[in-house]
């Protein structure tokens, strides 16, 4: 079982629409959580961390559920500009090492 | 302010020969980390530091691979006798401390071919 896994899609939504994402991790001992975006042939940017009480910004929400190990997130109203890969992040600690471990990211499409 | 500098931004290279790719990470980050991404593949860790160590390099795929890093600054990620698995694109991130609560902030890679 891979340590973090996403649903590739593509997930293809009308502009206007709410799209949810989930992201399952293995290791219980997981701490951190975060939501990156990636953009056709560029570098991973920081979306959003992912707090245990769950935290908003803008149209994007993010939630955290340690009893089932995943995480989401949510966006709302969708724009074309939200066309992207979405990654979870999880940080765990291990014989005193933290390795972000990066899922293989969700695919959106936002369409007119 | 500067964000994390990866140079070359594209470096083609004929199987066998050696390269070395750089990172600056930004000023005053102790941790620096390497991945590669293969088209159309997710992240694979490879490395990372907390100031010059590296605690952990069990991502390396194979003894061809080695990295440092000096002065707590620029990192160097060198591959020997390079093969055409080694075309990806390799990413450097630096973070504030190698901590539970420090996102990565991300170079925009340098894209390696090996023919």
């Known amino acids: 079982r891979k340590e973090v896994e996403q649903d590739p899609g593509p997930f293809n939504v009308p502009e206007g629409a709410t799209v949810a994402f989930n992201c399952t991790y293995s290791?219980?001992?997981?701490?951190?959580f975060f939501w990156y975006r990636q953009d056709c042939r560029k570098e991973p940017k920081l979306l959003m961390s992912v707090y245990s009480s769950g935290n908003e910004d803008g149209r994007f929400t993010a939630q955290l559920n340690r009893a089932s190990q995943y995480i989401s997130l949510l966006i709302r109203d969708s724009k074309l500009s939200d066309s992207a890969t979405y990654l979870c992040?999880?940080?765990?600690?291990?014989?005193?090492?933290?390795?972000?471990?990066f899922g293989r990211g969700t695919s959106l499409i936002v369409h007119p | 302010g500067a964000g994390v500098s990866q140079s070359p931004s594209n470096k083609v290279t004929e199987k066998g020969k050696d390269v070395e790719l750089r990172c600056d990470p930004i000023?005053?980050?102790?941790?620096l980390y390497w991945y590669r991404q293969r088209l159309g593949q997710g992240l694979e860790f490879l490395i990372y530091f907390q100031g010059n160590s590296a605690p952990d390099k069990s991502g390396l795929p194979s003894d061809r691979f080695s990295a440092e890093r000096t002065g707590e600054s620029v990192s160097t990620l060198t591959i020997q006798r390079t093969q055409q698995e080694d075309s990806a694109v390799y990413l450097c991130a630096s973070s504030a401390n190698a901590g539970l609560n420090s996102p990565l902030h991300f170079g925009n890679g340098t894209r390696l071919t090996v023919t």
């Open positions: 992040v999880v940080i765990s600690q291990g014989g005193g090492s933290y390795i972000p471990t």
């Open positions: 000023s005053g980050h102790t941790a």
């Open positions: 290791n219980s001992a997981s701490q951190s």
